[in-house]
Structures are given as structure tokens and as C-alpha cells.
């Protein structure tokens, strides 16, 4: 991972004499324009040497775990590396902040930097003289084998949008004798009121949440309620009993309940139902003996599905409801690999000059579907001749360890020296979070970009490059898609746990990252990156500065001490992330962090940011989305780097909770011009007139609108050419904007509105969105739409999504045909006269997701669902009862069959 290090420094130091030319041109005392050529000529050096170092590295990696003098010269440039990112840290630094006061306060500050120049240029000359130095020492040693091994990967780094990874059909691969019998264990007496435990255990990788998933999503549909939760290996039981609550679908504020009170209220919504729970990746018995056994109703018809690699855990299985998973048979390992490596491929063929080294990658693999899944994918990114595939293999070959599983290891190990480095940095920070986290593409993004990892390319944006990079990650197999939004983008993603163990050994290893889970001593020294991931943290053992660069914590309760401590030892750190914490106020070390890209208090309890944040000059990020946060300090203005400003207050309205816009000092968001996320502010006409200078906003959220704001709302919106995401919520529900003043760009493509739309102006408004052709996702709240006004939506035929909350008031809802051609998700959400929809045959060609809630007199199905054959999912929330008897079969008349047909081809119907 040296090369990966290397890439992001030179970045850095191509940064830093970027500044070359202005610096001198800034300079006043002679001496010091004097040092400073002395520190830039340095910088050049380090720049030059590092270029020229990065291809070798590329390919020293394979070697340095068989070739020990290959291992330590790649430790010693790492190390040299990270020297000189702390001397251009220091440096970037130091010369923002003599740009700061007044005449007299700029020379004080350049007379006492005149030193700092001097001690860095001549720390960097050293650092320069030990890199030659070890250069002069790689070229006494020939590597074998190397000079087979040039050239260089980078062309894999192609975005893969077109490839992108689907549902993992491709892995059910040799399942269905233990999916019928899996199937019948839970489905098999139903009509009896009876309690039962299954278990499928086996090694890591086996494929245990693969069958498991697969069996769920079809018996599902036979229970009343049903939930899967991840438990994983650090589990917290008050955690997993808060996500067992929502999966089950039970609408409460666990945030501050205590554990008995939130056991009663599962227990009272599960009495006498039909349900099943799936406990996913358990590590310990005492999960289910000590804390979530008792939980559930004993009088009902319940099932249980436990997945672990434990036997003790499988041992709790009732009578003989227990499944060992073995790695694949040589048949269904051939089937999985063919599926991976051959997916570009009509037939899914191996070609026969290929055959005899298919057979050695899969010997290789041993029956291991991860490991398959992860060369397949490798390969199918490699032209299909012998030689490309020959010399894949002798990298595997390279890459085996003495672990009990060779094969497997190696293969993992190749997958990752196989990405380019720009991806190994990305892929590596993945392991920071907890096991079995979901990992949300835009906070991805957010951290790899502040992190330095991603570089703009081919006319194509950060946020651009960075998805492709993570589309990259998911068709190698090294990360799993979670969800997917309604465009088919990467939602949220997952690292497997095997996978997850090999990063962060690796990461560790490189001092990349160092994760605390919770057991064992514990020590930062050295290491750029800090995760904590479990609350009962000891003293960390650090010794004087640090070189912490980041520091994650993904735990509820944070120790502000520790914290502080932390910071107080780090003061080159670029990226703190307390996001989920119940933290209150931020300790005064953070606002000294002059490096500081990243700060994030997304879901915290955090009730005020001081003025002092506006020391953090180089911020580029800050997240504070749901806190407690009312309004934002004025110096927020003085963050001239600030690319994502989210901020939003977490309010109650009845019965639950909404994000409302933030207060906005008068005169500073003005200043923010390199803004591209703003979200989301309470409108006032001062802070409407400032945003009129943001005209590179992609993201913009505003609240709190009245009809007095829209005239400098609406030349504020038609200001910003870039715009793709775009929510305006109105002061009242009962209020309607003027949307007919609205010129809306044609780069928008998700709009939401939140209050009254005026009917008769709607078929002339609509009419002058048909140039939107990038529209695809729109919301509309307390809408007040009908049977007369709802049609005029469908003028909008490239929406793929819909969602209409406390928007319809009409008894009848009708979709002609052809309407919404490319309509994926549809969502009706509080209609209460809401009595019957019909779809004529070809409307809602695209549907895949149908939801219903709070619709108490929709007492059927819709009419012509029968015809929406891409349909996946039916979601039946608050239904009337008449519904949910049919949905249970309660009634055996032949109507009710009638309608149950109608939906017969819906894989997954949730109700409640």
C-alpha cells in the first residue's frame, strides 16, 4: 500500500508548489523569500523522486511478503512518506494563517515563520537525502522475478457504472437442498402455535447469509411480522433490541427508552402473531440464552433463524433444525466461477485454452464462495488469453501465506493488490466502521474526498470520480450492495467480515488505520487513522504528539476526556466523525485543528457551535444534520474552503420527529461561494438574498417559505446552473407557493415540495417542466391534489420516482396508460378517503416498489395490479383490517383468493 500513500502525497506536494508563484509574490522580507526557496526546491525534489518511485512500488508490493529486503525498503518509504506529509501539512498551514490581520500582525507572524522555513526546508533535506539514500540501496538488490512484473494496472480504475453489481443472484450457487429444508422447518406447521429455532452455521465466507436470505424472502410472506437484524461480534443489546423494534416495524422514539419498557412494547406488538426473526452473524450464545430469548411471546407461532460460525451457537437449533454449510463441490464452484469471470460473456463459457487455469484458481480457492466470487470478478476485468490469466496466477502464487487456508488467503490478497492505488486507499477506509455497518455512498464520498484520496479526472467531478470508484469496489466483489435507490446508484453498501479482517489487518500493517473494538491493549503510535468502535475503551496508550490524521467514533457514548486528549496530541488532524454519538458540546481542542477538513456531528445531541469554528480555515465539510442545533455561528462565514454545509434541527411535530432549517446569521453565507451542498436553512430575506451568490450549489434545501420569499427564492434558484437537488418546505402546511415564478435548470433531478400546489395553475406549470428531462425524483407534501389535479403529473415521463406524503385527498386514484413509463418507486402515504386506485394495462411499465400508508379505506388491492409484472416489493403500512384479513387468508371465501392471485407475482408483500 506504499504506492497508495505515495499517490495521495504527491498530490499534496503538487498542492503545495501550486502556491509557489503567489508566495513569492507576497513576500516582504528578503530573508524569507530566501527560505522559502530553499523549502519549495526541497518540495520539488521530494515530488520528483516520489514520481519516479510510485511505478516500482506497484510492483514491490507482491514481493514484500516473500522478499524481506523488498519488505523493508517499502516500510522505510512509507515512513518517509508520511514524514514529508507532515512537514507540507505544517507548511500549508503556516502559510494560510500569515494571510490573516493586519499589516502589522502579517510581518510579526512572517518574522517568526522565517524559523519555521528554515527548520522544515531543513527537515525535508534530510527526509529527501534518506530517500536517496534507500533508492541507492534497492538498486544493489535485484528482485527475482521482477522484471516480469512491469507496467503498470491504472487503466482498471475505469469507472464501471455500466457493470454495476445487481442483487448477488450470481452467488446462489448450490443452495437448493438446504433451501427446501430450511424452508419447510420454518413453513411447514404453521397452523400450529409453536416455537422453533434454525440454525445454519459454517466458516466464514461459506455462504450462510447467501441461503438464509435467499429462504427469508420467500417464507416472509407467510408471517404476520418479520425482521432480520445483524448482530455481529460487538453487539450492544440495547442496540440490537432498538433494531429488532424497527425491523418488526413497531413505530416508537427508542432514543431515550429504557430496555424494559422497549422489551414490553415488542413483546405487546408481537402477542399473538405469526412471526419470524433472522438473528444474522451471532457470535455467543448468551446473545439469545441471556438477552433476547425472554423477549418474545411464548404463545404464539414463532420462528427463529440464527447464522454463525460457532457450533455452540448452531447447537441451540430445536430438535435437528440445524445446517452445516461446507465449501461448494467441484460442480457448483465451476457453476460460481464461470457466473463471475464469464459475466461479459452471452454463454457464461470458459473457452478451452482457458480450462486448465480456471481449474488452478479454483484449486486455489477451495469451495470458498467469497473467494470465488472475488477472482471471478477479477478476472472478468482481464482480456481472456492464457498469458493475462497466467500471470494473474503467479500473482496468487505470490500472494500465499501460511495460513490454513492458503488458497483463499492469496486470492483475497490479490483482489486487493490488484486495484489500482487510488482504490486501495478508498477500500481500506471502508474497514474503519463497524463490523456489518452500512455504509451510506455519500458519506464515502464525503470522507474520501477530505481525505485526499480522490483527484478530478476526465472533466469529471470528485463526486463523479468517487462513485466510480466505489462502483469499482462493488463488481470486484469487495464490497456487497445493501440497497440501491431508485436510478439503480449504490445507496448503501457492506464489506463482508472476512473481507473486513483481511483490510484491517492490512491496514494496521500499513498504518493506515487502527481499529478499537473493544478487547486487548491498545496503542496509536504511528498509525494516520484512529477508529473506536466500542464504548468501553481503555486509556489509549499514546506517547507525546501523534500523527492521527482522522478519528472515527461509532459509538453512542463518547469519553469527552479521552476525545480531548486525542486532539490535544493531534494537531495535524484532518477528519473527526462523532456521527451517532450522544455527545453535547465539542471540546475547545477541536476549533485549533487548523487542518481540519472533515467535522461531523450528524445525529448528535450537539446544541451549539462556537465562533471559534472559524479558525478552521481548510474545512471542506460540515455535517451537522439532526442535532439539536438551532443556528449556525457567524464566523461559518469565514470557511472559505467549504464545499458541504449540512445543517438541520431535530424538532417534534406530534407524533414524530422532522429535520427543520437552521438560523443563518445575516451577510455569511454570502461568502461561501465554492458551496455545493446547502442544507438546510429558515428563510429570512437577508439570508434568501445571500444565497443569490451561491451559484455553484448542487444541493440546496430551504425552510419555513412564505409567499413574501418567493420572488428572491426564485432568483436565487434561477442563479444556480448546477442545481440538482432542490426542497422547499413552506412556513404552513396550508400555504402555497408560487410556483409559476419558479425557473427551474434543466440539470434538476430531484425536487421536493412541501405545501399547497394551486390546482389551477398546474397544467400551465407542469407544462413548463416539460424541458426537465433530468427530473426523476419528486415529493410533494400537504399538496392537496385530487382526481382532477393528479393527472396533470403525468405530463413528467421521466419520473423514476414519486412520493406523495399527505398529498392526495381524492376518494380515486387512476393511472391511464402509458403514464409514468419509467416509474420505479411509487409511495401513497396518508390519504385517508383514499377508497380505490386503479392501473390501466400499460401504465406503470418500470413499478418495482408500491407503498401504501396510513390509506384506512383502501380495503382491496388496486385494480390491475396484475399487470404491473416488474413489481418486487408491496408495502402495506396502517392498511385497513379488511386488507390485512386477506393478506392473512383468514377468509376462505373465493374473493378472497381473488385478490391474493392479483398478487401472487409480488416477491415480497410487508404489511401491518
Known amino acids: 500500500m506504499a504506492e497508495a500513500v505515495v499517490g495521495v502525497l504527491i498530490g499534496k506536494l503538487g498542492g503545495a508548489l501550486a502556491k509557489e508563484a503567489a508566495t513569492y509574490g507576497a513576500s516582504l522580507l528578503c530573508k524569507e523569500a530566501s527560505a522559502l526557496k530553499g523549502l519549495f ?53 503556516k502559510l494560510e494563517d500569515d494571510k490573516h490581520g493586519g499589516f502589522a500582525a502579517k510581518m510579526k507572524k512572517r518574522i517568526k515563520h522565517l524559523k519555521v522555513w528554515h527548520r522544515l526546508a531543513h527537515k525535508l533535506r534530510d527526509i529527501n537525502a534518506e530517500l536517496e539514500e534507500a533508492a541507492k540501496r534497492r538498486a544493489r538488490y535485484v528482485i527475482p522475478g521482477m522484471q516480469g512484473h512491469s507496467g503498470s494496472s491504472d487503466h482498471n480504475a475505469r469507472s464501471t457504472n455500466q457493470n454495476l453489481c445487481l442483487a448477488r443472484e450470481d452467488e446462489v450457487v448450490g443452495i437448493e437442498h438446504n433451501a427446501t429444508k430450511l424452508k419447510q422447518w420454518l413453513v411447514g406447521d404453521l397452523k400450529e402455535k409453536n416455537y422453533k429455532i434454525a ?8 455462504g450462510k447469509t447467501t441461503l438464509v436470505d435467499h429462504v427469508y424472502k420467500i417464507v416472509k410472506l407467510d408471517f404476520d411480522a418479520a425482521a432480520w437484524v445483524t448482530v455481529s461480534q460487538s453487539y450492544q443489546v440495547e442496540d440490537l433490541l432498538k433494531r429488532i423494534a424497527t425491523e418488526f416495524g413497531i413505530i416508537t422514539d427508542a432514543t ?16 399473538g402473531k405469526r412471526y419470524i426473526l433472522v438473528l444474522d452473524d451471532v457470535w455467543e450464545k448468551d446473545v439469545w440464552i441471556n438477552n433476547i430469548m425472554e423477549v418474545f411471546p411464548t404463545n404464539c407461532t414463532s420462528r427463529f433463524v440464527l447464522t454463525s460460525r460457532k ?12 445446517i452445516e454449510l461446507k465449501p461448494l463441490g467441484d460442480k457448483h464452484s465451476w457453476e460460481l466461477f464461470c457466473k463471475a469471470a464469464f459475466r461479459n460473456s452471452d454463454d457464461k463459457r470458459c473457452p478451452s485454452e482457458l480450462l486448465d487455469l480456471a481449474a488452478k484458481f479454483l484449486q486455489k480457492c477451495e469451495g470458498l464462495p467469497i473467494a470465488i466470487a472475488c477472482i471471478g470478478r477479477l478476472l472478468s476485468f482481464k482480456p481472456l488469453t492464457c498469458p493475462e490469466w497466467d500471470s494473474v496466477y503467479k500473482e496468487v502464487e505470490l500472494q500465499s501465506t501460511n495460513n490454513l487456508i492458503q488458497g483463499v488467503d492469496s486470492i483475497l490478497k490479490l483482489s486487493l493488490e490488484d486495484l489500482p492505488y487510488e482504490l486501495k486507499n478508498c477500500f481500506l477506509h471502508c474497514a474503519i466502521f463497524p463490523e456489518d455497518c452500512e455504509l451510506r455512498r455519500r458519506r464515502l464520498i464525503r470522507h474520501w474526498i477530505t481525505s485526499g484520496f480522490i483527484k478530478e479526472k476526465e472533466n ?16 470486484r466483489s469487495l464490497l456487497q450492495v445493501v440497497m440501491k435507490n431508485e436510478l439503480g446508484r449504490v445507496k448503501c453498501c457492506r464489506m463482508h467480515d472476512v473481507i473486513r479482517h483481511l483490510a484491517l489487518d492490512k491496514a494496521a500493517k500499513e498504518c493506515f488505520c487502527k481499529v478499537y473494538e473493544g478487547h486487548g491493549t491498545f496503542t496509536i503510535h504511528g498509525t494516520r487513522r484512529l477508529s473506536i468502535n466500542n464504548t468501553n475503551i481503555v486509556p489509549l496508550n499514546q506517547s507525546g504528539e501523534t500523527h492521527l490524521r482522522a478519528v472515527y467514533v461509532s459509538t453512542h457514548t463518547v469519553d469527552v476526556e479521552l476525545l480531548r486528549s486525542i486532539l490535544t496530541s493531534s494537531t495535524l488532524l484532518s477528519i473527526l466523525d462523532l456521527q451517532g454519538t450522544k455527545i453535547k458540546m465539542l471540546p475547545n481542542e477541536v476549533f485549533s485543528l487548523f487542518n481540519m477538513r472533515f467535522l461531523g456531528v450528524r445525529n448528535t445531541q450537539i446544541e451549539i457551535l462556537p465562533e471559534t469554528i472559524g479558525r478552521l480555515q481548510n474545512l471542506e465539510v460540515l455535517d451537522a444534520v439532526d442535532t439539536c442545533l ?27 420527529w422532522r429535520q427543520r432549517g437552521v438560523k443563518v446569521p445575516r451577510g455569511i453565507i ?61 412556513s404552513n402546511e396550508n400555504e402555497a407557493f408560487p410556483l409559476e415564478q419558479l425557473s427551474l435548470p434543466e440539470t434538476i433531478s430531484k425536487l421536493a415540495l412541501d405545501g399547497q400546489l394551486e390546482k389551477k395553475r398546474m397544467p400551465e406549470i407542469l407544462s413548463s417542466w416539460l424541458h426537465l428531462h433530468n427530473l426523476t425524483q419528486l415529493s410533494l407534501i400537504f399538496s392537496n391534489l385530487d382526481e382532477n389535479s393528479f393527472p396533470n403529473l403525468m405530463v413528467l415521463r421521466n419520473l423514476c420516482s414519486l412520493r406523495l406524503s399527505k398529498a392526495y385527498d381524492g376518494k380515486t386514484l387512476c393511472f391511464s396508460a402509458q403514464s409514468f413509463p419509467r416509474l420505479r418507486q411509487l409511495c401513497i402515504r396518508g390519504a385517508p378517503q383514499l377508497s380505490q386506485v386503479e392501473i390501466e394495462e400499460g401504465a406503470l411499465g418500470s413499478l418495482v416498489e408500491l407503498w401504501f400508508a396510513g390509506c384506512p379505506e383502501l380495503k382491496r388491492f388496486p385494480r390491475g395490479i396484475e399487470y404491473l409484472t416488474t413489481l418486487d416489493e408491496l408495502y402495506l403500512v396502517d392498511a385497513a383490517d379488511e386488507l390485512i384479513e386477506i393478506l392473512r387468508q383468514e377468509d376462505e371465501a373465493n374473493e378472497c383468493n381473488e385478490e391474493l392471485m392479483k398478487i401472487s407475482h409480488i416477491r415480497r408483500v410487508f404489511f401491518n
Open 199 to 206: 440454525t445454519v452455521w459454517g466458516m466464514g465466507g461459506v
Open 630 to 656: 438551532l443556528s449556525l455561528p457567524k464566523d461559518v462565514g469565514k470557511l472559505k474552503k467549504l464545499r458541504y454545509l449540512y445543517a438541520t434541527v431535530r424538532v417534534s411535530e406530534g407524533t414524530f
Open 670 to 730: 454570502k461568502n461561501l461561494t465554492g458551496l455545493h451542498a446547502l442544507q438546510n436553512v429558515k428563510a429570512s430575506s437577508e439570508t434568501l438574498h445571500d444565497v443569490t451568490a451561491l451559484t455553484d450549489l448542487r444541493t440546496f434545501s430551504v425552510d419555513n417559505v412564505t409567499r413574501e420569499h418567493s420572488l428572491i427564492l426564485c432568483s436565487a434558484v434561477h442563479n444556480m446552473s448546477n442545481l440538482f437537488s432542490l426542497s422547499i418546505t413552506m
Open 41 to 93: 526546491g526541497e518540495i520539488r525534489k521530494a515530488e520528483r523522486e516520489l514520481e519516479s518511485m510510485k511505478a516500482y512500488l506497484r510492483q514491490a508490493e507482491k514481493f514484500k511478503d516473500t522478499d524481506e529486503t523488498t519488505g523493508i525498503f517499502i516500510k522505510n518509504i512509507r515512513e518517509l512518506s508520511f514524514q514529508i506529509e507532515d512537514v507540507i501539512d505544517e507548511f500549508m498551514y
Open 311 to 322: 457450533f455452540d451457537v448452531a447447537s441451540l437449533a430445536t430438535s435437528n433444525c440445524r
Open 460 to 475: 469529471r467531478t470528485l463526486e463523479q470520480v468517487a462513485e466510480g470508484y466505489l462502483n469499482d469496489l462493488v463488481n
Open 256 to 271: 431515550n427508552m429504557e430496555i424494559r419498557t422497549l422489551v414490553e412494547i415488542i413483546r405487546k406488538h408481537l402477542e
